[in-house]
């Protein structure tokens, strides 16, 4: 599996915006971005994936590099509820799209 | 509300036993995936079934194994416990088309003493 960075931790403002990077300098061209969160004792939740493209979605963005080796999530107006782990995973549709997860950035939002 | 269900919620059974998880995907994913979570492994992949078959594996050990059924759902069986399988096992499922999400259930937390 291709292999994502993400920095173990991120502190953000209550109602500021957060940037969440992730770098995949080794994603190949049938690679998917997802991106996951997982809240204190849940499962994780779905947040948002792109191929090549920037998207959006009522939950967040998701900023693509221009050589996919790296992305941006954002989050455009942090509350409280979105203090969890985030998880960048690349999806190798030739892998059956099995998702692996890594040890994620761990967001904590500050009132 | 994912619409994922698992069954139960929390189990705690004795080392050497075996236990069987339950889950329930969204009405007409035909993908099912199974994860361990514990403190110090994170979020490890086991399995991937799609329609009844076994479609990935991942980190799973002999002692542990699982099936999709007709009615798509899925168990996991986990026998001869050891102290070290306590965790966190979720279920996922995904329609299984292209780069769809994956929705997860909210969990069964065993607990072996």
Known sequence: DAKTTQPNSMESNEEEPVHLPCNHSTISGTDYIHWYRQLPSQGPEYVIHGLTSNVNNRMASLAIAEDRKSSTLILHRATLRDAAVYYCILRDLEEYEKLTFGTGTRLTIIP | ?113
């Open chain 2, 1 to 113: 509300d994912s619409g994922v269900t698992q069954t139960p919620k929390h189990l705690i059974t004795a080392t050497g036993q075996r236990v069987t998880l339950r889950c329930s995907p969204r009405s007409g994913d035909l993908s099912v995936y199974w994860y361990q979570q514990s403190l110090d492994q994170g979020l490890q992949f086991l399995i991937q079934y799609y329609n009844g078959e076994e479609r990935a594996k991942g980190n799973i050990l002999e002692r542990f194994s699982a099936q999709q059924f007709p009615d798509l759902h899925s168990e996991l069986n986990l026998s001869s416990l050891e102290l070290g399988d306590s965790a966190l096992y979720f279920c996922a499922s995904s329609t299984g088309q292209g780069a769809a999400e994956a929705f997860f259930g909210q969990g069964t937390r065993l607990t072996v003493v």
